[in-house]
């Protein structure tokens, strides 16, 4: 079963404007969201995480908003770069004694000049 | 201040062959996490340890995946007896597991062919 889902596969956006990437979850019982960007051939790179008991959190161009009851969260990149085209990967986790990461399928963004 | 190391990066092995996938932390951080991403799939977790310890082995295969932390050394991932299904990219995490940090962060992958 699909815990943490990134329901599109690709999102295009012209360079300087507004990407926003989505991910929806099941499991209320998750503690923590994460954000990871990952180029081919490279592994993910941490970009910004959220508590549960938070609603926003903010770094430079990326700020990632939570919605607990809808189950949904997304990342939004203000303003867009190319440098920022590479697929977008959502995780979520709990407390406890494991810090597993369940992870979304990606979301390929391609910012164009 | 070197990031999570991972070796060898591309690795190939025929049927029936072992696999061995090492990886070092991040200075400082001592709990390792193993990730499989098979082709046009999001990343699955294998398993969660900590220097000695199994700490959870929940997504490993029953039977011919082994992993290991060692006191000293890298952590391994060992895949005995490979199958064309095992091909996939193998990537270890780590974090420092303090109060309020969740993090992991990556390393660049082992890419294993079966052939």
């Known amino acids: 079963d699909q815990q943490v889902k990134q329901n599109s596969p690709s999102l295009s956006v012209q360079e300087g404007r507004i990407s926003i990437l989505n991910c929806d979850y099941t499991?209320?019982?998750?503690?923590?969201f994460l954000w990871y960007k990952k180029y081919p051939a490279e592994g993910p790179t941490f970009l910004i995480s959220?508590?549960?008991?938070?609603d926003k959190n903010e770094d430079g161009r990326f700020t990632v908003f939570l919605n607990k009851s809808a189950k949904h969260l997304s990342l939004h990149i203000v303003p867009s770069q190319p440098g920022d085209s590479a697929v977008y990967f959502c995780?979520?986790?709990?407390?406890?004694?494991?810090?597993?990461?369940?992870f979304g399928t990606g979301t390929l963004l391609a910012v164009q000049p | 201040n070197a990031g999570v190391m991972q070796n060898p990066r591309h690795l190939v092995r025929r049927r029936g062959q072992e696999a061995r996938l090492r990886c070092s932390p991040m200075?400082?951080?001592?709990?390792v996490y193993w990730y499989r991403q098979l082709p046009e799939e999001g990343l699955k977790f294998m398993v969660y340890?900590?220097?000695?310890?199994?700490?959870?082995e929940s997504g490993m295969p029953k039977e011919r995946f082994s992993a290991e932390f060692p006191k000293e050394g890298p952590s391994i991932l060992r895949i005995q007896q490979v199958v064309r299904g095992d091909s996939a990219a193998y990537f270890c995490?780590?974090?420092?597991?303090?109060?309020?940090?969740?993090?992991?962060?990556f390393g660049p992958g082992t890419r294993l062919t079966v052939t």
């Open positions: 995780a979520a986790g709990k407390g406890g004694a494991t810090n597993k990461l369940i």
């Open positions: 200075k400082g951080h001592s709990h």
């Open positions: 995490a780590s974090s420092p597991r303090t109060s309020g940090s969740y993090e992991q962060y």
């Open positions: 499991n209320s019982m998750f503690d923590y």
């Open positions: 340890l900590q220097k000695e310890n199994i700490i959870d």
């Open positions: 959220i508590s549960s008991i938070k």
